[in-house]
């Protein structure tokens, strides 16, 4: 059963500008989402993709952002194939505990200016 779908889009060209701030980066993003973006070309558009892939999770499982996106309580890795996974610290895990098992699934895109996530929650 699907319990929620979230959709997001950023800015690409914001997200330039954002991440000139060493601050901000190591603030918003995990460990292992700067690791891949500082490997590619176009890093800004890495780090608005898992932006708004955080921003489509919070609204696919009705988390507030400042609650764990801005604190790292979720965040993308990828496989040795580049697919990404959405990640939970055990506090983020807790608030959807009552939901039983779940299962996510997300979608990253970048074209031009644009990045855009996708994430759907399903109950197992």
Sequence with gaps: M???IGI???SISRMKNAIKNNHFVNRIFHK???EY???KVNAA????VVF???EAFCKASSISMFEVAFSQGVWIE???D???SIMLSEKSKEKLSSEGELSFHVSLSHEGDIAAAYVIIEKL
């Design 37 to 39: 973006a500082q490997k």
């Design 2 to 4: 699907i319990l929620g």
């Design 45 to 48: 558009a890495s780090f608005a």
């Design 78 to 80: 990828r496989d040795e």
């Design 8 to 10: 997001d889009i950023c």
């Design 82 to 84: 580049g697919k990404p």
């Design 52 to 54: 708004a892939a955080r």
């Design 32 to 34: 292992a989402e700067i």
